[in-house]
């Protein structure tokens, strides 16, 4: 089974009417849909998924893509997406900060 | 069984309980209330005071440079160290330490070198492989992973499930097959380094939890050397079921010192709520579940010491060990039932422990051997052989 995040990348615009206040994990990306930054909104979050990547993209301007998943999940899934960026990538998201993480070795 | 505290007892069980009320708990106010983990400042901050009051590495044998604590006590300590919101499945968040696998407490001399003494120093981690996807609660017949010798090696092809702790290991312990026998005596235990080719974590298994998660993992023509077997060829069954029936009474405690914290705020709470003009502890339903709350609990206190009484004293504690683990993980998802009910709305938001607990609890009926095993190993004790 895959672990990737599948949804699709949307516009900034586009998920803000979308987005709610759930708990759930969010990708921000560039216009050439490298991933920016991996973000969760947790039990402390104000307004959930809506709230924590309305936050981030304040602090990332350059982010013009996003997609999420829903999930109550948000912690393991959020540390899952961090790994498998690191598989991937070699290293986490430019603006993610240490964590200290596992490793996967994800099948596919 | 003793039921009196010597005052040795008494005064451990209070100084750790005063360590989780002023050093843990206030530090959940500001996190995740998912979280598993403090910052890495606090909990060395913290285990520095766990080494002053001479608790660090409980489970760690005297022999090896343990605290030389009896089960009963250890049993009363794993109850207290549960009565904070991460309590059931990090209880105080590691500050007191690990014994790492005390599996290798049996090891040979070159395997402790390796593994065990630089796990007692905090430089490795080891995980526990046993359960797969074909089943946890029946290892002997359900362990499909084979080794196969190779000259000095051993091939090891197949997979594990619901492992904890394996994507952050540096070595673990791994059941597989090494003998045509389909029951408990052609398991073999190995010592995996998880840097060893064919070795990977696949994934991790998403849960109730939204913490200390399981994961996935495969072994792909995994070559092992013959001296990191553990014990004894095809008899690593024997190695599994010790530590499946003496992890059944620190599991059942982690559940009693839950519930024991969530009694303690509902008795705190009931007092103060108002309803239709009287406060709710002043209504019989809500006094019954109090009642049926501390009747819980004391019945799943008393088995489960009794069982940790029984360990100590060396003789089998099977049966024992099976009754606390199932009477103490139903009583208490009872018990945080029953209080989420009496918080109502409250009861269910994540601003209070509850939610947590109720999801955690849950799964503590089916970790470690489900409720209906229990029951198998509890008639299987009572019948002895005249059972099938």
Redesign the interface.
């Known amino acids: 089974?895959s672990?990737r995040m599948h949804k699709p990348w949307l516009g900034i615009a586009e998920a803000k009417g979308l987005l709610r206040g759930n708990l759930g994990v969010y990708q921000l990306a560039d216009e050439h849909q490298q991933v920016l930054y991996i973000g969760f909104a947790?039990?402390?979050s104000l307004f959930g998924l809506k709230g924590e990547v309305g936050h981030a993209l304040q602090r990332l301007p350059q982010a013009c893509l996003v997609r999420w998943e829903v999930?109550?999940?948000?912690?393991?899934?959020y540390?899952?997406l961090l790994?498998l960026h690191r598989h991937d990538f070699g290293e986490l998201p430019d603006n993610n900060e240490p964590l200290?993480?596992?490793?996967?070795?994800?099948?596919g | 069984m003793q039921l009196e505290l010597t005052a040795e007892q008494d005064l451990v069980i209070a100084t750790v309980r005063r360590f989780v009320r002023e050093e843990i708990a206030p530090l959940e106010f500001d996190l995740?209330?998912?979280?598993?983990?403090l910052a890495?400042a606090d909990k060395e901050r913290l285990i520095t005071k766990t080494k002053a009051m001479g608790l660090y590495g409980l489970d760690i044998p005297p022999a090896f440079g343990g605290p030389d604590i009896d089960l009963v006590t250890r049993t009363l300590l794993a109850v207290e160290m549960a009565q904070h919101r991460a309590g059931l499945y990090a209880p105080c968040y590691g500050t007191f330490g690990g014994a790492g696998l005390a599996q290798l407490f049996e090891a040979t001399e070159e395997q402790k070198e390796k593994y065990l003494y630089p796990t007692l120093r905090g430089e490795k981690r080891g995980f526990f492989g046993l359960s797969e996807p074909s089943g946890g609660s029946d290892p002997a017949r359900a362990i499909q992973t084979r080794a196969v010798r190779d000259g000095d090696d051993w091939i090891i092809n197949g997979g594990k499930l619901w492992i904890s702790g394996?994507?952050?290991a540096q070595y673990g312990l791994v059941f597989a097959r090494t003998a045509n026998d389909k029951g408990r005596n052609g398991v073999t235990c190995f010592i995996v380094d998880?840097d060893t080719p064919g070795f990977?974590?696949?994934?991790?298994v998403?849960?109730l939890?939204?913490?200390h998660?399981a994961?996935e993992l495969?072994f792909d023509d995994m070559r092992v050397p013959a001296s990191n077997i553990l014990g004894e060829l095809n008899k690593g069954f024997a190695i599994a079921n010790d530590r499946l029936t003496k992890q059944r009474i620190p599991y059942a405690a982690g559940c009693i010192g839950v519930a024991i914290k969530a009694q303690e705020m509902a008795l705190e709470y009931v007092p103060q709520r108002e309803t239709f003009g009287a406060p709710l502890s002043s209504r019989q339903s809500i006094q019954w579940m109090l009642v049926d709350n501390e009747i819980d609990i004391k019945q799943s206190l008393w088995i489960t010491l009794e069982a940790a009484a029984k360990a100590d004293s060396g003789e089998n504690f099977r049966k024992q060990a099976a009754m606390a683990k199932l009477v103490a993980t139903e009583a208490g998802g009872r018990v945080v039932d029953r209080c989420m009910q009496m918080f109502g709305g409250l009861g269910v938001a994540?601003d209070l422990p509850f939610e947590r607990w109720f999801r955690e609890m849950r799964i503590r009926r089916i970790g470690e051997g489900p409720s209906e095993v229990q029951r198998h190993v509890i008639a299987r004790e009572l019948l002895g052989s005249s059972l099938r």
């Open positions: 089974m672990i947790g039990g402390k999930t109550s999940a948000y912690l393991t899934r540390k899952e790994m200290p993480l596992g490793v996967l070795r994800p099948a | 995740d209330p998912d979280a598993d983990e890495a394996a994507d952050k998880t990977a974590v696949r994934r991790i998403h849960t939890r939204s913490a998660y994961t495969s994540k």
